[in-house]
């Protein structure tokens, strides 16, 4: 018997832990490629669930952007409606003023109209027309309240005063030349001489 033929069946266990080693490492492989697989499944999984999740933060960030958007947008229509609020105050304000300028100056023309009237009245007027005349021009003014609540202690003062002195005055501008007023006339000489007889007699 050979060397060769006492070696076989060492090389037939030999050649037998060679194809279980293969085997084996097959056996691994497929192993591998199955958790790779596996791994590649979970890394896209994950990834959809990434861009799912990056889809929804994009969509906060949207609605963030809107709600504050909106937010400003309030604001804004706020800070409008507050300066056409003020803007609308400050005109009422000019009107205001505006009337009681045109008012100040209507009453300015008024009191000048009656004086100016009261003027042209006295020249050959007595106080009885004077007093009349300014009774119609407070009557044509019954309209105008403020006006005549204002002036008519002015005119009452400038009738009396001015009326009242001028009358005499007035009233012998308007008679006759070489004419007086009765009222005004002194008593006549047998009737001043009478009383001054009588005073003397009683004496």
Do not use: C, Y
Not at 35 to 53: I, P
Not at 121 to 144: C, M, P
């Amino acid at each position: 018997m050979t060397a060769d033929h006492r070696d076989q069946p060492g090389r037939a266990a030999r050649s037998q832990l060679v194809r279980d080693g293969i085997l084996a490492l097959q056996r691994r492989l497929q192993e591998a490629e199955d958790s790779n697989t596996a791994l590649r499944a979970r890394v896209a999984e994950l990834d959809s669930q990434l861009s799912s999740v990056r889809e929804k933060l994009a969509e906060a960030e949207k609605s963030k952007q809107a709600a504050e958007d909106d937010a400003m947008t309030a604001e804004m229509e706020s800070r409008l409606s507050l300066a056409f609020e003020q803007l609308a105050a400050a005109d009422k304000r000019v009107k205001a003023l505006e009337d009681r300028a045109m008012t100040a100056e209507k009453n300015v023309k008024i009191r000048q109209d009656i004086i100016d009237h009261h003027t042209m009245l006295t020249a050959g007027k007595s106080t009885t027309e004077l007093l009349g005349s300014a009774f119609v021009r407070l009557w044509a003014l019954k309209h105008s309240k403020h006006a005549r609540r204002q002036m008519l202690g002015e005119v009452l003062e400038e009738v009396f005063s001015s009326g009242l002195h001028t009358r005499e005055s007035a009233n012998e501008a308007a008679l006759p030349a070489g004419q007086s007023d009765p009222l005004f006339a002194p008593f006549p000489p047998h009737l001043d001489a009478a009383n001054t007889d009588t005073g003397d007699a009683e004496h």
